[in-house]
């Protein structure tokens, strides 16, 4: 399969604990995101790297979150402290990042469960 | 703030029908748009994308419509078929951003 991958596809956590999550790009894309979907919202922007620069965050992001891209390749989200408000799913996309703009590829989402 | 807007949360059409689902916008600077499709427990799905300088683009079964003026797009879907019953996401893109802008989608459901 050479689509994005994300792991887990489900989380279920209690409150105050940290979560990791890991995502797997389409391998010659140099652009990675993250989103985060709540229900009956469409995904919101979180952050983006171009290879492993960290180049945008969204005010979403608390100081919580964190996010890397070590090696240009994987990257990893990781929240600390979970609230239940932080249930949601988060998906990861990838693109190429050149010749213009180009639509961007999902993942199939890490669903987190805040209990 | 919501940028890109879909007012519809769901529209029901018969298989073999057209769907039109709507987009409005309120970014002035956003230049390309883009469709996706998502279903229950997956990431969202490319479906056909739109560049500023045109008003319409075609691929198979399925045409998007920019009228810039009007800050307006729309998805046709014609004919619809009972595997085209999914949530449809408008999203946008300006020049120098490199961050979709989603609107809240719009459950379609075709039915027999």
């Known amino acids: 399969d050479t689509g994005v991958s994300q792991d887990p596809r489900h989380k279920i956590t209690k409150r105050g604990q940290n979560v990791t999550f890991r995502c797997d790009p389409i391998?010659?894309?140099?652009?990675l995101y993250w989103y985060r979907q709540t229900l009956g919202q469409g995904p919101e922007f979180l952050t983006y790297?171009?290879?492993?620069?960290?180049?945008?965050k969204s005010r979403l992001l608390s100081d919580r979150f964190s996010a890397e891209r070590p090696k240009g390749s994987f990257s990893t989200l990781e929240i600390q402290r979970t609230e239940q408000g932080d249930s949601a799913m988060y998906l990861c996309?990838?693109?190429?990042?050149?010749?213009?703009?180009?639509?961007?590829?999902f993942g199939q989402g890490t669903r987190l469960t805040v209990v | 703030d919501q940028q890109v807007k879909q007012n519809s949360p769901s529209l029901s059409v018969q298989e073999g029908r057209i769907s039109i689902l709507n987009c409005d916008y309120t970014n002035s600077m956003f230049d390309y748009f883009l469709w996706y499709k998502k279903y229950p427990a997956e990431g969202p799905t490319f479906l056909i994308s739109?560049?500023?300088?045109?008003d319409k683009n075609e691929d198979g079964r399925f045409t998007v419509f920019l009228n810039k003026s009007a800050k307006h797009l729309s998805l046709h879907i014609v004919p619809s078929q009972p595997g085209d019953s999914a949530v449809y996401f408008c999203a946008a893109l300006t020049g120098t951003a490199s961050k979709l802008t989603f609107g809240t989608g719009t459950r379609l459901q075709v039915t027999l």
């Open positions: 739109i560049s500023s300088i045109k």
């Open positions: 996309a990838s693109s190429p990042g050149r010749g213009g703009n180009t639509e961007a590829f």
């Open positions: 790297f171009q290879n492993e620069a960290q180049l945008e």
């Open positions: 391998s010659e894309h140099n652009r």
